[in-house]
Nanobody, 115 residues
Framework: QVQLVESGGGLVQPGGSLRLSCAASGSRFTPNIMGWNRQAPGKERELVATITGGGRINYADSVKGRFTISRDNAKKTVYLQMNNLKPEDTAVYYC?????????WGEGTLVTVSS
């Protein structure tokens, strides 16, 4: 069973930056696809970004040019660098990992963008 633990959320002013991290454990294998989704209050969960083990990346249009996803396969960790944050980025951010066709989720970390 894969466990995903997020860290790095918090309160930031508009225009600020945060870096989220998510470490996978519980399996000697590293999830092939890792990424981030988010859920804002009163809204459905949405894709933010994904990255494959080979480095193929996909971003939601709303974060392109502001967010950067990366991963360290040796550490089984995926990162999300978030720059120029906007109030509409406020959400709980969930780490995601897919291993052998099974989806795994972290418990989420809250990001609040407010002045």
């Amino acid at each position: 069973q894969v466990q995903l633990v997020e860290s790095g959320g918090g309160l930031v002013q508009p225009g600020g930056s945060l870096r989220l991290s998510c470490a996978a454990s519980g399996s000697r294998f590293t999830p092939n696809i890792m990424g981030w989704n988010r859920q804002a209050p009163g809204k459905e969960r949405e894709l933010v970004a994904t990255i494959t083990g080979g480095g193929r990346i996909n971003y939601a249009d709303s974060v392109k040019g502001r967010f950067t996803i990366s991963r360290d396969n040796a550490k089984k960790t995926v990162y999300l660098q978030m720059n120029n944050l906007k109030p509409e980025d406020t959400a709980v951010y969930y780490c995601y990992g897919q291993l052998f066709g099974m989806d795994h989720w972290g418990e989420g970390t809250l990001v609040t963008v407010s002045s």
